[in-house]
């Protein structure tokens, strides 16, 4: 029997060091965390009154004491999961300046309400990682609360941690909509938008100008205006993940989606943030609503996303970034096996969980095959969603019909693609695991290459450093690389392409 891997030997970057990045720890989801949380008044601390009100207590976290934090309740529909197993917000500096943890201050614990597989968040977070969107960190952790087991929660990084982490600025101005969902909506007042970060009186003037660009801005003139004040081509790739996963909660204008947008002072444009994953992977009875279509008619003419309709590129960034998700992050073989993965990891963990909402067994069909009942929705397990929207989408680009490109969206519109790229490898089949990756560079610019395994995990990056314009190369050694199946990237300042290849050993 031959060991078929997909290799991904790829990467060539510009990472000039490999220090260590905050949140390594606490994110790391390759293990289950534990967190404690001592003298906690439960009575009071549950109130909803007091909801945003931080009260003082002691966390342990993974072992590590940390004392005098801030806590809290968050959440909305979330906050009235049964038994008190209420969503939390973790400020470490609450009341002691400075404090902190594997270099975070806040963070969220989020209770996974309504759903029984108790982990459609986390997974659909990795995948706008994947994409390369701007997405929160997450993890599986246990909680206890004044050592009475809680339950299991995910863990997931504070958007502020990544403003600071992606943007160098968690201080800036982040934008929410309040229910319409479309950044296109143009208002003097703050009667669709609010601030869910920083302060809203100096860059309010830019998201009025947001807005405004966004709704009136002629087809012919958009390409050439749009990318100045938005990421347009990531506000299209996070409409791929919803469509593709039927996250009815945050489809534009409908269930009271929330946007967030986040003002990049350094790119001075604005950066669209995935948030509120708990309804993906069809959670929402979608089989009864209208949303099959690879272009649903929920958003297909709400704006800006009704702009695919006049502008092909548009429309090709959109399903390029439904390709990349069918055929490579949510390819039925690698997904399953992640689904798989974090089932064991936390199956036991979940059984012991008495104030979860889904029994063991309920759990147990949540995540694999079939559908079931569960809070008034027939929800899906995770592998029948998985397998049945991968040929739902496969389907609907071919009758479209439209062939999927091998290489990923690119990061702006207007942005020039990778060209003339090639692998050199030595034939026949199983290969020595050097391999030499041709490529032609549009403009001077820095190359890294990054291998992942079918976890999402990064197995390992090349440094390529700052480049000039032209052909160039980049030599793998896969040696130190276990027969596998993996993907490799190649990242040019933004510009992306992502391929499998077999590895043989």
């Not at 994947?130 to 206890?144: C, E, G, I």
């Not at 601030?195 to 390409?223: F, H």
């Not at 959109?318 to 974090?342: E, G, P, R, V």
Request: charged fraction near 20%; hydrophobic fraction near 35%; aromatic fraction near 14%.
């Amino acid at each position: 029997m031959k060991n078929i891997v997909f290799a991904i030997a790829i990467f060539i970057m510009l990472v000039s060091s490999s220090v260590a990045q905050n949140g390594n720890l606490i994110f790391d989801d390759a293990t289950i965390h534990e967190i404690r949380f001592d003298n906690v008044d439960t009575t009071t601390f549950f109130l909803f009154a007091n909801k945003g009100i931080y009260s003082m207590c002691k966390i342990t976290i993974d072992g590590t004491i940390i004392d005098s934090i801030g806590a809290t309740t968050k959440g909305n529909i979330s906050w009235y999961h049964p038994n008190n197993k209420k969503p939390l917000k973790i400020k470490l500096n609450e009341f002691v300046s400075g404090k902190k943890y594997d270099g975070i201050k806040k963070f969220y614990l989020h209770n996974n309400y309504q759903d029984p597989s108790l982990m459609r968040d986390k997974l659909t977070y990795d995948i706008c990682e994947l994409m390369d969107l701007h997405s929160l960190r997450t993890a599986f952790s246990k909680v206890y609360i004044n050592n009475e087991y809680w339950g299991v929660y995910t863990l997931v990084e504070a958007k502020d941690e990544l403003y600071k982490r992606d943007f160098k600025d968690k201080d800036a101005e982040v934008y929410e909509t309040f229910d319409l969902g479309s950044p296109c909506v143009f208002s003097q007042e703050f009667f669709c938008w609010g601030v869910d970060n920083g302060n809203p009186d100096p860059t309010w003037p830019r998201l009025q100008l947001l807005t405004d660009k966004l709704a009136n801005t002629p087809v012919s003139e958009y390409l050439d205006t749009i990318p100045s004040y938005i990421n347009i081509t990531d506000f299209f790739k996070y409409q791929a993940v919803n469509v593709y996963l039927l996250n009815l909660d945050s489809y534009l204008a409908y269930n009271g989606n929330q946007l967030y947008l986040f003002d990049s002072i350094v790119e001075n444009r604005f950066q669209i943030i995935p948030w509120d994953f708990n309804a993906s992977f069809g959670l929402w009875n979608t089989n009864n609503v209208n949303t099959q279509g690879i272009i649903p008619s929920l958003i297909s003419n709400k704006c800006p996303f009704d702009k695919i309709h006049d502008i092909p590129q548009l429309k090709n960034t959109y399903l390029d970034a439904m390709c990349l998700l069918n055929n490579i992050y949510c390819d039925t073989l690698a997904l399953s096996n992640k689904i798989t993965y974090f089932y064991n990891q936390i199956k036991t963990a979940v059984y012991e969980d008495t104030r979860k909402m889904p029994t063991n067994s309920q759990f147990d069909l949540g995540v694999n095959y079939g559908y079931q009942f569960f809070e008034s929705f027939n929800v899906p397990g995770l592998k029948t969603f998985v397998n049945e929207r991968w040929l739902t989408i496969k389907t609907d680009l071919q009758s479209l019909p439209y062939t999927c490109a091998i290489t990923e969206i690119e990061p702006d519109v207007k942005t020039t693609p990778l060209k003339q790229f090639s692998i050199e490898q030595n034939y026949p089949n199983p290969f020595n695991p050097t391999t030499t990756i041709r490529y032609s560079l549009p403009k001077s610019t820095l190359v890294t290459l990054k291998i992942f395994n079918l976890l999402g995990q990064e197995v390992q990056t090349l440094v390529s450093g700052y480049q000039e314009s032209g052909n160039k190369s980049i030599e793998f050694n896969a040696t130190d690389i276990p027969a596998g199946v993996y993907f490799y990237r190649l990242n040019a300042e933004g510009i992306y392409l992502t391929r499998k290849l077999i590895l043989l050993k």
